[in-house]
């Protein structure tokens, strides 16, 4: 049975820093492309980092210079370090990853950002 499990949200306030993380089980992320998502109310899911099976990374153009995805292999998990973050940052943030021909979500973690 897959589980990805987030964590590393919270409250900060606008220029601070927090790093999420997504935990598996029961999958190989190094396998496949681990995105991270994020959902602010009222608003469609939307796709923030993504990283491949060969470690490259793509950004939304909101959070380039800003968020860093990266995989630690060993761990079996994968990372969003947010800095400089912005009240329009505040949302839901959700790991996703495609792999068995189905489509895997954690439970997400709040994230809020006070100006």
């Known amino acids: 049975q897959v589980q990805l499990v987030e964590s590393g949200g919270g409250s900060v306030q606008a220029g601070g820093s927090l790093r999420l993380s997504c935990a598996a089980s029961g999958i190989i992320f190094s396998f496949y492309t681990v995105d991270w998502y994020r959902q602010a109310p009222g608003k469609q899911r939307e796709l923030v980092a993504s990283?491949?099976?060969?470690?490259?990374?793509n950004y939304t153009d909101s959070v380039k210079g800003r968020f860093t995805i990266s995989i630690d292999n060993a761990k079996n998990m994968v990372y969003l370090q947010m800095n400089s973050l912005k009240p329009e940052d505040t949302a839901v943030y959700y790991c996703?990853?495609?792999?068995?021909?189905?489509?895997?979500w954690g439970q997400g973690t709040q994230v809020t950002v006070s100006s």
């Open positions: 990283i491949t099976s060969r470690g490259y990374t």
């Open positions: 996703n990853t495609f792999g068995n021909s189905r489509s895997f």
